[in-house]
DNA sequence: TTGTAGGCGTTATCAG
DNA sequence: CTGATAACGCCTACAA
């Protein structure tokens, strides 16, 4: 409860009888310090419990060590495993983390970066919320020469500027398409998410690829935008009361996929012998449902830990005097998917 | 990408030929600066886009807005939901929140925790390992004068040191396992979480509570103990096992709760005929399942705001010259439950 | 109302 | 290898 003030190098100094550049020096291990010293400094420091005060340091040095993370939902599992992911890779390479949560609103997504670069974040890892479609917060950043990394739902026009962390989502989706075809479906339905969002669009194209190399026409009707989990029901309906519904359907990402599975067993609707269902995401939680959720699961901690590497790897480049003044190269990083098979999409034998 | 430097309030200064300290005035409407001059640096603050510099605000001001938020797992959506709230209401005082996250690890906590106390953060929400039993990390959080609030997971020895948000977890789970007698279960089980958790013994003691009112007697081997939602599935298996097995299960948690339902499908075991279940958390997932889950719905979003409220009043009071010396009043705010009857606890009737 | 000067804790530059 | 000294950007007595 009582206020001490915590020792500073000017305190070690003092007692040491020594200037505060030397303790400075020291205290960091810098090379220029006679061992002695030095060995001297640190048992004082040890002693007096003396811990470098951050702001100071990052008062001059300008770093942080703060990076900022920007994610539409806190409360998707998917990005909880992503921030984990990101968290622990920071953590190891002794940055903080800053959360900002978006709600899936634009605005509170440029009020989080400005907040960020207001904050002086070393750098930013952000995955975009459906609405945005304006990119001068993300422009802004880079203004500021805060690097910043993409994750999941990445911009494509933004691809040379930022690094990004994604899987192959037309891949992804091709593969879930191929399987429900693979295991006896024939009218695949595809309940895709907002417009905008690239991911929505790669997965579109797989699911499309995957029809042409079936053979089967793609029907328009068979594919439905939607604001994700919100109104997944509702498409689910709309799909149900074609003249010709299908007989399986692909859904955009597990919440989703979670919703028609709840939905079709309301209405009765046998899953998987009426209707086959493939989502998304890998949620743990498929694995629980009944019938199980067969999905494409993203490596998501791993997205985490790999966006947050090469976020580090760009902030590193630009303070070390050699590449400093080198463009630093933005890459893309493309993890792989892979198919789970769960009960929703595997009809018994006949 | 070019390194432009900020502008300042000596830049300012100079720019109106005045003082700096005018300026430092004018920009925080200290209330001794003439309207005039005011309004000059304002206008040209606006002008030239100053953003006032929080490292070297804090470093004098020995404030830094950041509050450090722990909690044991982030993809756990009671945490994601509890993490919104906190932050929503951080973000309208003006505070950027700092996570941690423990995996419920008692020595990540600790790191946490000091990671916390070096960065200078102005306080910290914290829910607690499944693993603490050693509050020392916390004493000296105390020590450096940095208010603290647990919220869910909290310590009851600390009540009087800390504030907390809580639910009154004594009384949810009497209201489960009470909903569960009066929909005509007879032996009902219980499925708790680590021993030393107070969550645990607070709902260990609502579900013997109503076991009592109701004349039944407690029996020990319904009474489980459990690593949380890792062994729920063989915390299921040993109730099953018994030579009287409970036909019904009060779990910790919807985690938990949702393990269980799966490995009881797993089996065969009808839900709720069979075997009725009750969580508690209330979780909107569990609405999804087959059957629905009843639950004690916990107000997450709101504890998590709560706290973030709690922990800002202790900032500011010990910031407020005419209370600083005054002793902070700690509170334990405790948030109602309610049920939320699913299918999973409701026999059809006969 | 405004300015001066000193300080917050650390790092960096440049002599010695 | 070590020590002054000047930043970093802002705040705050104390004077004027």
Do not use: W
């Not at 998410?193 to 793609?218: C, D, H, T, V, W």
């Not at 098979?341 to 018994?348: E, L």
């Amino acid at each position: 409860m009582k206020k001490k003030r915590n020792t500073t190098i000017k305190d070690l100094a003092r007692r040491l009888d020594i200037s505060v550049s030397t303790v400075s020096r020291a205290l960091r291990d810098a090379p220029d310090v006679n061992y002695e010293t030095k060995q001297q400094v640190l048992a004082l420091a040890e002693q007096l419990n003396y811990k470098r005060n951050m702001l100071a340091t990052s008062l001059v040095s300008k770093r942080t060590y703060n990076i900022g993370v920007i994610v539409p939902e806190l409360s998707v599992p998917f990005f909880g495993y992503a921030i984990s992911g990101i968290q622990q890779t920071l953590y190891e390479y002794g940055y903080k983390m800053l959360i900002g949560h978006t709600s899936e609103q634009f605005k509170l997504e440029q009020d989080s970066v400005q907040m960020m670069i207001d904050n002086q974040v070393d750098g930013i890892i952000i995955s975009v919320s459906k609405d945005t479609e304006d990119y001068q917060h993300l422009h802004q950043a880079k203004e500021e020469d805060i690097p910043v990394v993409m994750f999941d739902r990445v911009i494509p026009e933004l691809q040379q500027v930022f690094s990004n962390v994604i899987v192959d989502d037309k891949d992804g989706a091709f593969n879930a398409t191929a399987h429900l075809i693979e295991h006896g479906y024939k009218r695949i339905a595809h309940i895709s998410g907002p417009k905008n969002l690239y991911i929505s669009q790669k997965r579109i194209e797989g699911y499309k690829e995957a029809l042409e190399m079936y053979n089967i026409g793609f029907q328009s009707e068979y594919l439905i935008h939607c604001n994700l989990r919100v109104d997944a029901a509702t498409a689910t309906e709309q799909l149900l009361r074609l003249p010709e519904p299908p007989d399986a359907i692909f859904a955009i990402n597990d919440p989703v996929a979670f919703e028609i599975l709840h939905y079709l067993n309301e209405l009765g609707v046998k899953v998987p012998e009426e209707i086959g269902v493939v989502g998304y995401t890998g949620d743990p939680m498929g694995r629980l449902f009944n019938p199980s959720l067969t999905s494409i699961r993203q490596p998501s901690a791993m997205m985490g830990s790999k966006a947050a590497e090469l976020l580090i790897k760009e902030i590193n480049h630009k303070h070390n005097p050699a590449t400093k003044n080198l463009p630093f190269e933005h890459s893309t990083i493309i993890l792989p998917t892979e198919l789970i098979t769960g009960r929703s999409s595997v009809k018994k034998r006949l």
